[in-house]
């Protein structure tokens, strides 16, 4: 069972045990895919569920409140998480 942080939002950092970078390199973006919209030939995506690069590693900032707002993506996410050992920690604003 996977410990969500106690915090708004929570960060899945994309590094396997070991320290390796998980793969493929676009695994954040297709994550947040799942949330995002396409206007004017641009990707805008979800204050829920946006990639990003912390100190050079890929991450996902998950916004809690997506678990109320759409259950079945928030714990698909927390499945592909468990499944792929990556490891969740407080997002600090």
Not at 38 to 66: H, M, Q, T
Request: hydrophobic share 35%.
């Amino acid at each position: 069972m996977i410990k969500i942080p106690d915090s708004p939002k929570f960060i899945i950092v994309g590094l396997m045990p070991g320290g390796k970078k998980f793969r493929p390199s676009d695994w954040a973006e297709r994550m947040c895919g799942s949330l995002s919209t396409f206007r004017n030939r641009r990707i805008y995506y979800s204050p829920l569920l946006r990639p990003a690069v912390i100190e050079g590693i890929k991450c996902v900032i998950v916004d809690k409140s997506l678990q109320s707002s759409n259950t079945k993506i928030f714990e698909q996410i927390l499945d592909f998480v468990e499944k792929n050992q990556l490891t969740l920690t407080p997002h600090r604003e």
